[in-house]
C-alpha cells in the first residue's frame, strides 16, 4: 500500500487571509476619502449658505431707512417726524435752511425700534471736524442696533449732491416761482447707508473709528478715509446703499418734456 500524500500549503490560509485584509483596507481607505469630501462639501454649502444669510440681513439693514426717509417727507406734513427731517436741525433742513452747510455732512444712527431719526443725536461733519457727535452708531449701546438681537445696525450719512455739468440748468428752482423763496427752490441730496455686523471685527482701524469717516469718496484721497473703505479694512462685514434723492415742493413744480423728447406736458415758450 503505498503512501499518500497528504500535504497542503502551509500558507495558503495565510496568503488569503492576506489578501482579505487588503481589501478591506482598501475599502477603508476609500471610505475615509468619501467621508472628507462630503465633510468638506457640507462644510463649503456651509459657508455658503452662511454668506449668504449675513448679505441678505445687511441688505435688508442698509435700505429700511430710504424706505423710512421717504415715508417721512412724502407723508403727512402734520407729524413730528415731518418737522424734524425739515426743521434747521434736521438733515434735510439743516442744508436747506442754512448757507454755508454746502460742504458739510449729516450724520444720524438709525433706530427703527423707536423714532428712527432723534434730532437730539446727530452730527454735523465739516471740512475743519466733527460737530456733536452723538449721531455715530456705538456698537456699545443695544439701542442703535436694528433689532433687540444685537447683529446689525446701520448709520445714515446725508450730504447735498456737488455740482455738475451735466446738471440740468437751473434744476435747483421750481418754475414759474421767485427765486428769492425758499419753497421755489429744489435740493438735491446724496444719501449712503451702511450697514454692518460689528460682533465680526471691530469697527475701529486703529484709532479711527471708522463711523466718523466720511462717505463722500471725492472728499479724500485714501478710499480707507470714508465709511465703507475703513470696514472693509478692518474686516467688518459692511453694505453700502447709495441714494440720490430730490426734495422740492412739487405743488408749486411744473415738469415738462421737450419736444420729441417724450409724451407728457411740452416745454413751450411764454406767450408775451
Known amino acids: 500500500m503505498s503512501d499518500i500524500d497528504r500535504s497542503y500549503p ?25 467621508g472628507a469630501i462630503a465633510v468638506k462639501q457640507s462644510t ?5 449658505a452662511t ?12 435700505d ?20 424734524d427731517m425739515i426743521s434747521r436741525s434736521g438733515p434735510f433742513g439743516y442744508f436747506m435752511l442754512s448757507d454755508d452747510s454746502r ?7 438709525y433706530r427703527p425700534r423707536g423714532l428712527f431719526f432723534d ?14 457727535s452723538q449721531g455715530y452708531c456705538d456698537t456699545s449701546k443695544s439701542e442703535d ?29 421750481t418754475i414759474g416761482q421767485d427765486s428769492a423763496e425758499i419753497s421755489s427752490q429744489a435740493f438735491t441730496f446724496d444719501i449712503t447707508n451702511t450697514a454692518v455686523l460689528p460682533a465680526y471685527a471691530d469697527t475701529k482701524l486703529g484709532s479711527k473709528n471708522c463711523f466718523e469717516q466720511t462717505s463722500r469718496l471725492y472728499s479724500v484721497s485714501a478710499q480707507e478715509d470714508t465709511i465703507g473703505g475703513c470696514m472693509v479694512k478692518a474686516g467688518v462685514p459692511s453694505v453700502g446703499i447709495y441714494e440720490m434723492a430730490n426734495v422740492e415742493n412739487q405743488s408749486k413744480r411744473t415738469k415738462c418734456v421737450g419736444f420729441g423728447k417724450g409724451t407728457g406736458k411740452l416745454c413751450t415758450l411764454p406767450t408775451s
Open 10 to 34: 502551509k500558507d495558503l490560509p495565510t496568503a488569503q487571509q492576506g489578501a482579505v485584509l487588503i481589501v478591506v483596507l482598501l475599502f477603508l481607505i476609500l471610505i475615509v476619502f468619501a
Open 44 to 48: 463649503t454649502d456651509l459657508r455658503l
Open 51 to 62: 454668506s449668504d444669510q449675513v448679505n441678505t440681513l445687511l441688505l435688508q439693514s442698509a
Open 64 to 83: 429700511k431707512p430710504n424706505q423710512s426717509i421717504e415715508q417721512s417727507i412724502n407723508g403727512s406734513s402734520d407729524t413730528e417726524i415731518y418737522d
Open 103 to 109: 460742504e458739510h455732512e449729516y450724520v444720524f444712527c
Open 119 to 132: 434730532i437730539k443725536k446727530a452730527s454735523i461733519v465739516t471740512p475743519s471736524g466733527s460737530i456733536l
Open 145 to 173: 442696533y436694528i433689532s433687540a438681537r444685537n447683529a446689525s445696525m446701520t448709520q445714515v450719512n446725508v450730504a447735498l449732491t456737488p455740482p455738475s455739468a451735466s446738471n440740468e440748468a437751473f434744476s435747483n428752482y
